[in-house]
């Protein structure tokens, strides 16, 4: 399940989580929520973390279940659970894709199959990298300003200055670092790791699509 691609992955969750916005079954969300969390557990992904994915929808999927059960009209009891099971399914199917998948591989993977512009894989991945170092010159700011006698707090204007001019010398250093080591941007690129579709991920996702279209299609029929 690991090798499944990134880019096919991304492309279907989203495609799946746009189907799920305009469909008001049950029983689709609850068969979502089932496969992201067999998939979750088949990647290992920790307990600790699939406690957090039942517990952090908890609040807004009982807020629109409690809008609707007592301010709905129609089948307001069947619209509330459908709303209650939506916001899971979009948590764990959207899990399966944010938790087994980082940044890196999905830019990549992008790159290989959707032939996105290098230079703007390479500027998302370099920004990335970059929120760490941020983060920690925040603190070195704050406590320089501490040894003055001057407190900083989060909406400070002397943070975000300091930091986007600290973040605009470390972009220049970046790209002349790319250009030194022989990166072009209209020069064709190797790869180290290769993301290429298999024919497994092709059909698993054709399997999953054509099961949750049943599951539509077949309740309308």
Do not use: C
């Not at 054509?210 to 077949?218: D, L, N, R, S, V």
């Amino acid at each position: 399940m690991k090798a499944i691609n990134p880019s096919l992955k991304f492309v279907f969750v989203m495609l799946i989580s746009l189907e799920i916005s305009f469909t008001n079954i049950i029983t689709v969300n609850i068969y979502l929520i089932i496969l992201g969390g067999i998939y979750l557990l088949m990647n290992r992904v920790s307990y600790k973390k699939l406690l957090w994915l039942l517990l952090m929808p908890l609040i807004p999927a009982f807020g629109s279940w409690m809008s609707f059960y007592f301010n709905g009209t129609g089948n307001y009891i069947h619209t509330a659970w459908v709303l209650f099971t939506r916001v899971y399914a979009y948590v764990w199917f959207g899990a399966a894709l944010t938790l087994t998948t980082d940044a890196s591989q999905l830019l990549a993977s992008f790159e290989q199959n959707f032939h996105m512009p290098t230079k703007f894989v390479y500027g998302i991945l370099g920004a990335f990298n970059f929120v760490p170092r941020i983060l920690d010159t925040i603190k070195q700011v704050k406590i320089a300003a501490l040894m003055r006698g001057e407190t900083l707090h989060a909406w400070s204007p002397q943070i975000f200055f300091k930091a986007v001019l600290i973040s605009l010398r470390w972009s220049d250093n970046l790209a002349q670092a790319m250009e030194s080591h022989g990166f072009s941007e209209k020069t064709v690129r190797t790869h180290y790791k290769k993301y290429p579709v298999s024919l497994t991920s092709i059909l698993l996702a054709l399997f999953i699509f054509a099961t949750i279209q049943f599951f539509i299609f077949g309740r309308f029929a």
